[in-house]
């Protein structure tokens, strides 16, 4: 299964000693044998994921552990393969600082009481009528201001689901609305770390991938509107909402932290620094930074929190326990409703270290198979059957969906698919952007209507309606799919390459290899 042996100059890296042969002989991997580390990572990590329930870090360890095998026996070294691991790891360390100061941001915007008043006022503005529409535009607003799906969906989506309950609108109508409107953010927010590791994927400046964004989500976000408000006047008309149990909420939510007049105006101050700090393309990191030490700020002076308890929060996400730890004895934690741990208990540095540890150990897999040949080998034989830019997207389309369902996590597939065409995009002269948009179409929003991946569960468990009933009202999931392929088949809104863009530079030396 493997070609005839290639003479090659040694590999970047530690040079021969005196005395040694400077060329030695690897082989380049037949399509079989290089298909074989994709086809053990997927068996891997089906298997351990889904009957053995093992962690996807470890998984990832065994695939790179395979490839990496398969590499040193065709002739590398393995001092290749942790240079290419090193190279890549340092190319994703950008994506990986902000999903770190994500944790912060979340954390320092939860005991200032931002997150609380963007929940609180999100829920007030509820209509019977428009109870559909505006489950998706609270979940929206808020995903983007906060770049979580999951916080926005266990929370304002758990509440409101219970006033739909009460008011007899359908269930999988207002669930499928929440998955939308929670998913819109985590593409189009620049605190999403999905958002962020797929722009480092693709190689794209953060800024210009969520632009590019738009071009799918927005068609898609303005098809959910149209549906929703015509199912929710559909729906209207049944029974009267029930609202003791938000009162209840809501109630509880305003006792545990000042929102009133003035002092909401002051709690927007974070979310202002990230909207005028997205808005001005300012550097991501100390935006964030600034946004987090201003709500750090609000937490000691409005909220009373003492500074050890806000830092706390910072780096390990707020607890209940803070509210007594900072001499508030009048709130009693065994009485709150379900909803509010819920809301209020995350955040911090420490809860994204296990996409920094997934980051990680998907690279080691991914530069073994670089190293390897087998990339190349597979790239090459699936290039010949496109001919197209249009092929070329629908292509990226299958895989994303292909790798979510295989792997059930968005980080895999998007450092696996961006790996293995972004060189492609380039050499066609296509902005790599076109890459970064296509991945989120296929991968992220893709992710929640699939029952056995980590969000189709996650979905279904927060919202108490299974995947496949809330799927086909989960608009949003699947309508950057069908823009997607539009865009590419047309050739609308898709960029090319040129001279003022950011592969520029990497398009002419593709040109000059070629």
């Not at 029974?239 to 929102?259: I, S, V």
């Not at 997934?358 to 190293?371: E, M, P, R, S």
Request: with cysteine; hydrophobic share 55%; proline share 5%.
């Amino acid at each position: 299964m493997t070609g005839k042996p290639n003479q090659v100059d040694a590999a970047p890296g530690p040079q021969p000693e005196p005395g040694q042969d400077a060329a030695r002989t690897v082989k380049t991997p037949g399509l079989l044998l290089a298909l074989s580390p994709l086809l053990v990572m997927f068996a891997v990590i089906v298997g351990g994921v889904v009957w053995l329930d093992l962690r996807v870090e470890v998984l990832l360890l065994i695939a790179a552990a395979y490839a990496t095998v398969l590499a040193l026996c065709l002739g590398h070294k393995w001092q290749e393969i942790q240079d290419e691991w090193v190279v890549k790891f340092s190319k994703a360390f950008p994506a990986i600082l902000i999903v770190l100061c994500v944790g912060v941001v979340i954390g320092s915007w939860v005991v200032s009481g931002t997150i609380p008043l963007l929940v609180y006022f999100g829920i007030t503005v509820i209509s019977p009528k428009f109870i559909i529409v505006t489950a998706f535009l609270v979940t929206l607003i808020l995903s983007v201001a906060t770049g979580t799906s999951w916080g926005s969906v266990g929370t304002v989506g758990a509440a409101f689901m219970g006033v739909a309950v009460a008011m007899g609108a359908p269930l999988p109508a207002v669930a499928g609305a929440l998955v939308s409107g929670a998913y819109f953010g985590d593409k189009m927010s620049p605190l999403s770390d999905s958002t962020n590791l797929s722009a480092v994927a693709a190689g794209v400046n953060l800024y210009k991938h969520i632009q590019h964004l738009m071009l799918t989500t927005g068609p898609g976000a303005i098809v959910c509107i149209i549906v929703y408000t015509i199912a929710g006047f559909w729906s209207a008309g049944n029974a009267p909402a029930n609202a003791g149990d938000m009162g209840e909420f809501l109630g509880q939510l305003q006792g545990l932290f000042h929102m009133s007049m003035p002092v909401a105006l002051l709690l927007l101050v974070p979310v202002a620094i990230i909207v005028v700090g997205s808005v001005m393309r300012l550097p991501t990191v100390p935006v964030m930074l600034v946004s987090a030490a201003s709500a750090a700020v609000l937490a000691v002076t409005v909220q009373g929190f003492k500074l050890q308890d806000t830092i706390e929060a910072l780096m390990s996400g707020f607890t209940l326990d803070m509210f007594a730890s900072s001499g508030n004895t009048s709130v009693d934690t065994s009485k709150l409703v379900e909803a509010i741990p819920t809301l209020l208990e995350r955040g911090g540095m420490e809860s994204m270290t296990n996409i920094f540890m997934v980051v990680v150990c998907a690279f080691g897999f991914v530069a073994a198979l670089t190293v390897s040949g087998a990339l190349d080998v597979v790239m090459a034989a699936l290039m010949k059957i496109v001919h197209t830019n249009g092929q070329l997207i629908l292509v990226t389309v299958i895989g994303g969906i292909v790798l979510i369902a295989a792997t059930g996590t968005s980080t895999v597939s998007f450092l696996i698919l961006g790996g293995m065409l972004r060189q492609e995009y380039i050499k066609r002269g296509l902005e790599a952007r076109n890459l970064g948009r296509t991945m989120e179409d296929s991968v992220t929003v893709v992710e929640p209507i699939i029952p056995w991946t980590l969000a189709g569960v996650y979905m279904a468990s927060a919202l108490g309606v299974p995947t496949l009933q809330y799927a086909p009202w989960a608009i949003l999931c699947y309508s950057g799919v069908f823009f997607a392929l539009l865009w590419g088949f047309t050739g609308w809104f898709v960029s090319k390459i040129t001279e003022k863009s950011d592969d520029w530079e990497e398009y002419q030396k593709v040109l000059a290899r070629s």
